[in-house]
């Protein structure tokens, strides 16, 4: 039942609903925040193929990079997968390192990440999100 007095409140959470749609900004594309030239430059090798898993095994993982603050490249089993954090890991992409506290061999949707400095001092922290499988754009030749 809603009370007289919530009435306004929504009102104010309908309105910014309709800000939302009418901007055209998806939640997913707000979570991955601003990307900066250099996840740009990198994203636009690959495309994105819709294929997720929620985990990785740890054993597959070759290598990652933060292209920014909001996104991870992962190497894995022979491909390519981008993992848009659920929100900003400050100093990811300056730091290029992080620590995952799991008791399971494998990365998952949903693990922590804490970023640490070249002194081992914590610094911003965010989760894991989907990995999605990444194709690389076959390059064309220039006429």
Do not use: W
């Not at 495309?47 to 993982?61: D, P, W």
């Not at 992080?98 to 990365?107: D, I, L, V």
């Amino acid at each position: 039942m809603i009370r007289k007095s919530d009435l306004g409140k929504h009102a104010v959470v309908r309105a910014l609903a309709l800000c939302v749609l009418a901007s055209g900004i998806s939640v997913g594309a707000a979570n991955a925040g601003p990307r900066g030239d250099k996840a740009q430059e990198t994203l636009a090798k690959y495309e994105k193929t819709g294929e997720t898993q929620n985990c990785l095994s740890l054993r597959a993982v070759r290598d990652t990079d933060a292209l920014d603050d909001y996104t991870l490249l992962v190497e894995a089993g022979g491909s390519i997968y981008l993992n848009e954090l659920s929100g900003r890991c400050i100093g990811l992409e300056r730091e290029q390192r992080y620590t995952r506290r799991s008791t399971q061999a494998r990365m998952c949707r949903g693990d922590i990440i804490q970023v640490i400095d070249i002194n081992g001092t914590p610094l911003g922290s965010c989760s894991l999100g989907d990995f999605e499988k990444l194709n690389e754009v076959p390059e064309t030749e220039e006429s």
